[in-house]
């Protein structure tokens, strides 16, 4: 519940003091009285605005602190509401329902911060992840993340950007990034509407990371984080309720829909994982990959194509099979050949070369992961050693394939993982 409220705390933070690098030391600070006290005293009836009280507190102290003779207009201002951002100040009065996550998610995606930045920022306060985490799941050093993370704290901080979602007056469409369109004074501006198309991008590309973290964890001793996975499709559905005629949006939306759709037949009781050929289909959530194709075939049929739309119309061909063997795998590899010209990534030719090994066979598949070798993204990646096994064994090479197996137990720092590509490994020395 706390990782849940964390994002929506930090929101009604910034958005009435600004401050975010403190906002974000004040939200942890009431996070752990929350952790020390709840147990003890009990839940709150409105638990985030008993964190949104306590942080505000721990903030505003902060602030009042830093030498307050020297430094009084500029805390008096630094506290001060912006009020025309602000519908009402942070605190119990708000509805339970009511929160500032999504335009916290906007903020960090704000065009004055690199590509980079954006996602990682968002990745750190919106999906709740740690440094750690976010450099795994973006392919890069610990190190480097967390010199992206400092370096768009300070931007956001220098560019003083305002906080909220700002809607349009009658008629006009909001735009992606919550503001009324791109027409003003001087008419349509295209530097306005390509930075709002950049920044929904990021948006969706980082609420794609935090389910994908979320549907299976990094590291840990379980498969899954359902609590993150929810958040992310939650805040999807509220994008999606914004801009329902983009295709991307409703084509992200479904793709989470139809991929959680198997989580309950992901793991066993004990938490084992499942692979998708041994899943119980009888346990997937019929009504969520309803929703999902319904929404992935409006899509596709009414807007331009798009990279989410595809993967989510993969996992509709494995969704509606009734049985791994009524997979139609012929359709999966000609959806990848259209993915992988639209974006050429790692973890897309990755899933191209499993397509191809389901209808080609394994050797050609094997020959394609000789060039994702080269690719610095994915080179010494758990999941690329994982695939060269599966296909390893697929070709009869055993002792090959328990090398590789092997390898990517050794990778992985997810605790059910390690334990399924081991118990591979201990069945091929058998």
Same mark, same amino acid.
């Given at each position: 519940?706390?990782?849940?409220?964390?994002?929506?705390?930090?929101?009604?933070?910034?958005?009435?003091?600004?401050? *975010?690098? =403190?906002?974000?030391?004040?939200?942890?600070? %009431?996070?752990?009285?929350?952790?020390?006290?709840?147990?003890?005293?009990?839940?709150?009836?409105?638990?985030?605005?008993?964190?949104?009280?306590?942080?505000? @507190?721990?903030?505003?102290?902060?602030? @009042?602190?830093? #030498? /307050?003779?020297?430094?009084?207009?500029?805390?008096?201002?630094?506290?001060?509401?912006?009020?025309? *951002?602000?519908?009402?100040?942070?605190?119990?009065?708000?509805?339970?329902? =009511? !929160?500032?996550?999504?335009?916290?998610? *906007?903020?960090?995606?704000?065009?004055? &911060?690199?590509?980079?930045?954006? $996602?990682?920022?968002?990745?750190?306060?919106?999906?709740?992840?740690?440094?750690?985490?976010?450099?795994?799941?973006?392919?890069?050093?610990?190190?480097?993340?967390?010199?992206?993370?400092?370096?768009?704290?300070?931007?956001?901080?220098?560019? /003083?950007?305002?906080?909220? $979602?700002?809607?349009?007056?009658?008629? !006009?469409? !909001?735009?992606?990034?919550?503001?009324?369109?791109?027409? +003003?004074?001087?008419?349509?501006?295209?530097?306005?509407?390509?930075?709002?198309?950049?920044?929904?991008?990021?948006?969706?590309?980082?609420?794609? &990371?935090? *389910?994908? =973290?979320?549907?299976?964890?990094?590291? +840990?001793?379980?498969?899954? @984080?359902?609590?993150?996975?929810?958040?992310?499709?939650? &805040?999807?559905? /509220?994008?999606?309720?914004?801009?329902?005629?983009?295709?991307?949006?409703?084509?992200?939306?479904?793709?989470?829909?139809?991929?959680?759709?198997?989580?309950?037949?992901?793991?066993?009781?004990? +938490?084992?994982?499942?692979?998708?050929? =041994?899943?119980?289909?009888?346990?997937?959530?019929? /009504?969520?990959?309803?929703?999902?194709?319904?929404?992935?075939?409006?899509?596709?049929?009414?807007?331009?194509?798009?990279?989410?739309?595809?993967?989510?119309?993969?996992?509709?061909?494995?969704?509606?099979?009734?049985?791994?063997? #009524?997979?139609?795998?012929?359709?999966?590899?000609?959806?990848?050949?259209?993915?992988? @010209?639209?974006?050429?990534?790692?973890?897309?030719?990755?899933?191209?070369?499993?397509?191809?090994?389901?209808?080609?066979?394994?050797?050609?598949?094997?020959?394609?992961?000789?060039?994702?070798?080269? #690719?610095?993204?994915?080179?010494?990646?758990?999941?690329?050693?994982?695939?060269?096994?599966?296909?390893?064994?697929? %070709?009869?090479?055993?002792?090959?394939?328990?090398?590789?197996?092997?390898?990517? %137990?050794?990778?992985?720092?997810?605790?059910?993982?390690?334990?399924?590509?081991?118990?591979?490994?201990?069945?091929?020395?058998?």
């Amino acid at each position: 519940m706390l990782r849940r409220l964390a994002p929506q705390v930090l929101g009604a933070l910034v958005r009435r003091y600004g401050h *975010f690098d =403190e906002a974000e030391d004040a939200v942890q600070e %009431a996070l752990l009285a929350a952790a020390r006290q709840w147990p003890q005293e009990g839940r709150p009836a409105n638990p985030r605005g008993w964190l949104i009280r306590v942080a505000s @507190r721990r903030l505003t102290d902060q602030l @009042r602190s830093e #030498d /307050a003779r020297r430094r009084r207009e500029e805390t008096a201002a630094a506290l001060t509401p912006r009020d025309e *951002f602000v519908a009402q100040p942070p605190g119990e009065g708000r509805a339970p329902d =009511e !929160d500032d996550t999504l335009a916290l998610l *906007f903020l960090c995606c704000q065009a004055e &911060l690199p590509p980079a930045g954006r $996602i990682a920022l968002t990745l750190r306060a919106v999906g709740g992840l740690t440094t750690a985490e976010i450099a795994r799941a973006l392919l890069v050093p610990e190190a480097t993340m967390a010199q992206r993370i400092t370096r768009a704290k300070r931007r956001i901080k220098a560019s /003083a950007a305002p906080f909220g $979602i700002r809607r349009g007056g009658a008629g !006009d469409a !909001d735009g992606p990034d919550g503001t009324c369109g791109s027409e +003003g004074v001087g008419g349509p501006d295209p530097g306005a509407a390509e930075n709002q198309a950049q920044r929904l991008a990021d948006v969706l590309h980082v609420l794609y &990371l935090i *389910f994908n =973290e979320g549907y299976t964890a990094t590291s +840990g001793r379980d498969l899954q @984080r359902a609590d993150l996975a929810a958040e992310a499709i939650r &805040l999807t559905r /509220a994008v999606h309720a914004r801009l329902p005629a983009d295709g991307e949006v409703a084509g992200l939306l479904a793709l989470m829909l139809l991929t959680d759709a198997r989580r309950t037949a992901r793991t066993t009781p004990d +938490g084992d994982l499942v692979p998708l050929a =041994e899943q119980d289909r009888t346990r997937w959530d019929r /009504a969520a990959i309803t929703e999902g194709v319904a929404l992935v075939s409006d899509a596709l049929t009414h807007a331009p194509l798009g990279p989410y739309q595809l993967r989510a119309a993969i996992a509709a061909v494995h969704d509606e099979a009734a049985s791994d063997e #009524d997979t139609d795998w012929v359709e999966i590899l000609a959806l990848y050949e259209v993915l992988i @010209r639209l974006v050429p990534g790692p973890v897309e030719r990755l899933g191209h070369a499993v397509a191809v090994a389901m209808v080609h066979g394994p050797r050609q598949a094997l020959a394609l992961l000789a060039h994702l070798d080269e #690719d610095e993204r994915l080179a010494g990646h758990h999941r690329l050693e994982a695939v060269r096994a599966h296909l390893l064994e697929a %070709a009869g090479e055993r002792a090959a394939a328990r090398a590789a197996y092997a390898k990517a %137990a050794g990778l992985t720092l997810s605790v059910p993982e390690r334990r399924y590509l081991r118990l591979r490994a201990a069945r091929l020395a058998e």
